[in-house]
């Protein structure tokens, strides 16, 4: 019931924030350079994380109608590599679908 629900909601945000320090540990591990996250750039790099870990489960329709694909290839022109890795990252998984690929050409 409810209750069940309510469990794996929880189970699926701790998913994504478990993806998303595993991406920046490392990248700070692998990084010869100094980090630089303000809180834009977390928020983008953590959407971008987000929409990777949530492409398999969440209906491609409803990322167009958001404009999803759109908004992670704008975020490619960063300068930023903790939010260009996860855009890409995310761009991967979205273009496992066939109606996708078309915005993400765009």
């Known amino acids: ?27 700070l591990a692998a990084s010869s350079h100094e980090l630089r996250l303000d809180p834009i750039d977390f928020a983008f790099a953590r959407f971008s994380l987000n929409m990777a870990v949530s492409a398999g489960d969440t209906p491609v329709q409803k ?15 960063s300068d930023n590599d903790v939010v260009l890795g996860p855009a890409a990252i995310a761009l991967a998984h979205l273009a496992l679908h066939e109606a996708a690929r078309v915005p993400i050409m765009d």
């Open 63 to 77: 990322m167009l109608e958001a404009r999803v694909p759109s908004f992670l290839v704008g975020q490619l022109s």
């Open 1 to 27: 019931g409810s209750h069940a629900r309510a469990l794996e909601a929880i189970d699926v945000e701790r998913r994504e924030k478990k993806v998303l320090c595993q991406w920046l540990n490392g990248f």
